[in-house]
């Protein structure tokens, strides 16, 4: 009985630890996320591409498409600045775990398994203006996946900081039906190749 009452103890306080530290980046991410309408280009951004994709003319996606255009460069252009922004963190703030599960002071505790959250955004910035732009000549079908792709790797970066790596990716299993992997691998190339350096340590 007194094993099970001291692990129900630890069982308690690991809970509120981890929920006192997650309130904090919730609030952290949440304060400068709150200057800007990235959800809101987003959702009009992933929604819009639904919609051309489903326009039956060649004349009507071409004018969707268009449209998009713009909300893609507002979209790059904030989250651009939020991604300044949020370099301007603490450096204890900034760190994120890379176990897969909450642990209350991981980051403090194990110090080599984190990465930088303001660095992951900056990747995060650059791929979106990436894609925006075009670069790799995309037709505008394989762009809007790219996008897409960047777009919800991005989410899972900030639901990652929040909570842990497996609630992130139970999230957009949940949400978009989409595995982690399969993001990772659908992201442009300079994207997945800096993202996975910089969660690997590498």
């Known amino acids: 009985m007194d094993l099970l009452l001291m692990a129900i103890l630890i069982a308690s306080g690991t809970y509120m630890l981890n929920a006192k530290e997650q309130r904090k980046r919730i609030a952290i991410l949440g304060m400068h996320l709150s200057q800007y309408q990235i959800e809101k ?68 505790l194990f110090p080599a398994a984190t990465f930088d959250m303001r660095k992951a955004l900056a990747i995060h910035a650059k791929g979106i203006t ?44 949940a949400r978009h039906q989409t595995p982690y992997e399969q993001l990772v691998n659908s992201v442009s190339e300079p994207t997945r190749k800096a993202y996975l350096a910089l969660i690997q340590g590498h």
């Open 41 to 108: 280009l987003m959702e009009a951004l992933t929604e819009g591409y639904l919609r051309a994709l489903g326009e039956n003319t060649p004349e009507r996606r071409e004018q969707v498409w268009a449209l998009l255009s713009t909300t893609e460069q507002q979209l790059s252009e904030q989250f651009n600045r939020f991604a300044a922004d949020f370099a301007k963190v603490s450096d204890e703030d900034a760190r994120v775990s890379r176990l897969p599960i909450a642990l209350p002071f991981a980051d403090k």
């Open 130 to 173: 990436h894609v925006m732009q075009n670069t790799g000549h995309l037709s505008a079908k394989d762009r809007a996946y790219m996008m897409t792709a960047e777009l919800f790797l991005m989410q899972h970066t900030c639901h990652w900081y929040c909570k842990s790596k497996t609630i992130a990716s139970a999230r957009m299993m």
